[in-house]
Nanobody, 114 residues
Framework: VQLQASGGGLVQYGGSLRLSCTVS????????MGWYRQAPGKQRELVTT???????QYADSVKGRFTISRDNFKNTVYLQMDSLKPEDTAVYYC?????????WGQGTLVTVSS
């Protein structure tokens, strides 16, 4: 299984970005998919997940600003990030989960300038 994340870049405070994660297999086959991030000097943390049934959850720090969605026909999961803050600066990783196994993409860097 390969996950290819894209869409990162440099954006100003208050701006928006949309990340994409394209999977080499049908995303129907995964129990859930999600986005994590790792800021410099910090541990990787959960940002948001979406289940195969479409249920979502978000970290408190991004609620109301980030939206996860999935396109099952394109085998792609998206992360729409609005009202970005400097503290959102991190490498963002997409993740997919099957029973007993997790898969990770290579990460895409998001930098928010103040």
């Amino acid at each position: 299984v390969q996950l290819q994340a894209s869409g990162g870049g440099l954006v100003q405070y208050g701006g928006s970005l949309r990340l994409s994660c394209t999977v080499s297999e049908s995303i129907f086959s995964f129990n859930a998919m999600g986005w994590y991030r790792q800021a410099p000097g910090k541990q990787r943390e959960l940002v948001t997940t979406i289940t195969s049934g479409g249920m979502t959850q978000y970290a408190d720090s991004v609620k109301g600003r980030f939206t996860i969605s999935r396109d099952n026909f394109k085998n792609t999961v998206y992360l729409q990030m609005d009202s970005l803050k400097p503290e959102d600066t991190a490498v963002y990783y997409c993740n997919s989960v099957r029973p007993g196994r997790a898969y990770w993409g290579q990460g895409t860097l998001v930098t928010v300038s103040s």
